[in-house]
């Protein structure tokens, strides 16, 4: 099984800040790595998919990086809207994994 | 509108069964994998299944299988779990979710709105 080890756990930042977000994938899964975004009592909502590819709707703000092992989510100009959780997901191999989760606080 | 509904969910006793229910609007749904994906109260989200479009292919997270059977019904649009020797760690809110093929991957790319189960005497 593919292990994804997210980091950090939480991250505070002030609007206006460009903060980072990282994936470690156990082995190499080429580009299928994904991102969600999730707001509290809501259900997730992909953001970017394979690697780098922004979902429909998603703001330019939002960036993703990285193939193989090692994978990031930028989120540029931070918005009051984008304080939530975020995940990754790889979708490679079943059973498909999620990162443990980013809280990003203010 | 497209989207997902799931019901089904409720209170049930350890070693009890429930059958949740995702009906699906606004897409061709049987021209879709499909899936369910579970989130424990304040925890992350877990990945339980995938179903082919056509049925044909399903996949299962291991402490699932042989509990949990995924199906589905094309002609209602729907989407079913049937759980089965539920424990106390099944405690979850359920989502499905829509599993499309993006630029040679796949992702989680509508969900439904979640139903709540707890395993509990």
């Known amino acids: 099984d593919i292990q994804m080890t997210q980091s950090p756990s939480s991250l505070s930042a002030s609007v206006g800040d460009r903060v980072t977000i990282t994936c470690r994938a156990s082995?190499?899964?080429?580009?299928?790595l994904n991102w969600y975004q999730q707001k509290p009592g809501k259900a997730p909502k992909l953001l970017i998919y394979a690697a780098s590819t922004l979902q429909s709707g998603v703001p330019s703000r939002f960036s993703g990086y990285g193939s193989g092992t090692d994978f990031t989510l930028t989120i540029s100009n931070l918005q009051p809207d984008d304080f939530a959780t975020y995940f990754c997901?790889?979708?490679?191999?079943?059973?498909?994994?999620f990162g443990r989760g980013t809280k990003l606080e203010i | 509108e497209v989207q997902l509904v799931e019901s089904g969910g409720g209170l049930v006793q350890p070693g009890g069964s429930l059958r949740l229910s995702c009906a699906a609007s606004?897409?061709?749904?049987?021209?879709?994998?499909m899936a369910w994906v579970r989130q424990p109260p304040g925890k992350g989200l877990e990945w339980l299944a995938n179903?082919?479009?056509?049925?044909?292919?399903?996949y299962y997270l291991d402490s699932v299988r042989g509990r949990f059977f995924i199906s589905r019904d094309n002609a209602k649009n729907s989407l079913y779990l049937q759980m089965s020797t539920l424990r106390a760690e099944d405690t979850a809110v359920y989502y499905c979710?829509?599993?499309?093929?993006?630029?040679?991957?796949?992702?989680?790319?509508?969900w439904g709105q979640g139903t709540m189960v707890t395993v509990s005497s």
């Open positions: 082995q190499t899964m080429g580009f299928y």
């Open positions: 179903l082919r479009s056509d049925s044909n292919e399903v």
């Open positions: 606004g897409f061709t749904f049987d021209s879709y994998w």
């Open positions: 997901h790889q979708s490679h191999s079943a059973p498909y994994t």
């Open positions: 979710a829509r599993l499309p093929w993006l630029h040679n991957a796949f992702a989680f790319d509508l």
